[in-house]
């Protein structure tokens, strides 16, 4: 299996501040993904991190919202930019590993809880 | 958009009892999966079934498939307190991209 840290595990913010959220994995993967969960709310994808080229985002999310950066195989990070109560979630990033197939396992941080004030 | 559709939204029942969850997609797929997830935490992988399987067991976990209803189900038996959480199917599309979509989950309480 994969693990994954994530942090911060959970944060408290003003609105109109960023927030940088890491996520560290002990394996070499090509690809991290990075999901919002909205209280009560199931996954939603934000972006796909490929290493050495631009994150891929789904529809609704923008990258001057969600810039991510993707250093190297093992590390990722998300940034909530101008944040504002809507922006409340749980970040998770998840990976599949290569040894796992694509389309198989995946496996998730413990998620970083945000709140906005 | 999300694809996956979840019933019932929460469940409750009385711990040793079964407990099942439906869930249904609108896509073709490469496979569906299950993931619980405890309060507000990461998601743990519970059990992988592919589009030709119609059937999977995993200790006190049975997962079915029907891919002409675009359907599935996730049966618990023997339920205990710690079965306790949020549960999620996800599915792998065969559209190309590599990401699963997730349904809206199903909230399972077990009462001792």
């Known amino acids: 299996s994969a693990v994954i840290s994530q942090k911060p595990s959970r944060d408290i913010c003003q609105r109109g501040t960023s927030l940088t959220i890491q996520c560290q994995v002990d394996s070499q993967v090509t690809m991290m993904f990075w999901y919002r969960q909205q209280p009560g709310q199931s996954l939603t994808l934000i972006a796909t991190?490929?290493?050495?080229?631009?994150?891929?985002?789904e529809s609704g999310f923008v990258i001057d919202k969600f810039p991510i950066s993707r250093p190297n195989l093992t590390f990722s990070t998300l940034t909530v930019s101008n944040m504002s109560p809507e922006d409340s979630s749980i970040y998770l990033c998840?990976?599949?590993?290569?040894?796992?197939?694509?389309?198989?396992?995946?496996?998730f941080g413990q998620g970083t809880r945000l709140t906005v004030v | 958009s999300q694809q996956g559709e979840e019933d019932p939204q929460a469940l409750s029942i009385q711990e040793g009892e079964n407990a099942t969850m439906n869930c249904s997609y609108k896509t073709s797929i490469n496979n569906l999966q299950w993931y619980r997830q405890n309060s507000g935490r990461g998601l743990v992988h519970l059990i992988l079934i592919r589009s030709n399987e119609r059937e999977k067991h995993s200790g006190r976990l049975r997962v079915t498939l029907d891919t002409s209803k675009k359907s599935s189900s996730l049966l618990i038996t023997a339920s205990r307190a710690a079965d306790t959480a949020s549960y999620f199917c996800a599915t792998d599309s065969n559209q190309g991209a590599q990401k699963l979509v997730f349904g809206q989950g199903t909230r399972l309480t077990i009462n001792p």
């Open positions: 998840s990976v599949e590993p290569p040894w796992t197939g694509r389309g198989t396992e995946a496996f």
């Open positions: 991190a490929n290493q050495g080229s631009e994150a891929t985002y």
